[in-house]
């Protein structure tokens, strides 16, 4: 198990290239306000989950 957890993670230059050809297709100005929508987006998913939960609690 450990041995195909080894082949499934990039390695550090399969990571340098996303970031490059992320850099090269949003450029360095844009790459900020998309990290913030996605940080957003991640932590209304979060809320909406602990909402959901709550009601699944409250249920029972």
């Known amino acids: 198990m450990i041995a195909s957890s080894i082949f499934l993670a990039p390695g550090v230059?399969?990571?340098v290239l996303i970031v490059v050809i992320?850099?090269?297709l949003f450029g360095g100005k844009k790459i900020p306000e998309l990290m913030?929508?996605?940080g957003s987006g991640i932590k209304e998913f979060?809320?909406?989950?602990k909402d959901d939960?709550?009601?699944t609690k409250?249920?029972?």
């Open 58 to 60: 409250k249920e029972d």
């Open 22 to 24: 992320v850099l090269l």
């Open 46 to 49: 979060k809320d909406a989950s």
């Open 13 to 15: 230059w399969q990571i």
């Open 53 to 55: 939960e709550n009601v």
């Open 36 to 38: 913030r929508g996605l």
